[in-house]
């Protein structure tokens, strides 16, 4: 099994920056992407960037330019530095791990959000 936290969010102003932070724990597993998903109040919960350990990194066109995801080498912590934030980026975000597991295979992990508002 693997555990995901978030960590990093909170109420900042329009142009301001902020940091999440992921973590993943556990046992018997190897990560093979790890990835940003945020949902608006009210909306669907949609994609923000992704790192693998092959594939390199993805972002959204709404973030792209912005936002910059990376990893430390033992790839369990992820991080997302968000610049320029925007009031529509207020949502929760979530941290999204694609795991290969030993009993259960290839897995998708959900942490339980972290919520960043952006407003003056």
């Known amino acids: 099994q693997v555990q995901v936290v978030e960590s990093g969010g909170g109420l900042v102003q329009p142009g301001e920056s902020l940091r999440l932070s992921c973590v993943a724990s556990?046992?018997?597993?190897?990560?093979?992407?790890m990835g940003w998903y945020r949902q608006p109040i009210g909306k669907q919960r949609e994609f923000v960037a992704r790192?693998?350990?092959?594939?390199?990194?993805n972002y959204a066109d709404s973030v792209r330019g912005r936002f910059t995801i990376s990893r430390d080498s033992a790839w369990n912590t992820m991080s997302l530095q968000m610049n320029s934030l925007q009031p529509r980026d207020t949502a929760i975000y979530y941290c999204n791990v694609l795991a290969r597991t030993v009993n259960l295979g290839m897995v998708d992990f959900w942490g339980n959000g972290t919520l960043v508002t952006v407003s003056s």
């Open positions: 556990g046992s018997n597993f190897d990560i093979i992407r």
């Open positions: 790192i693998g350990t092959t594939s390199g990194t």
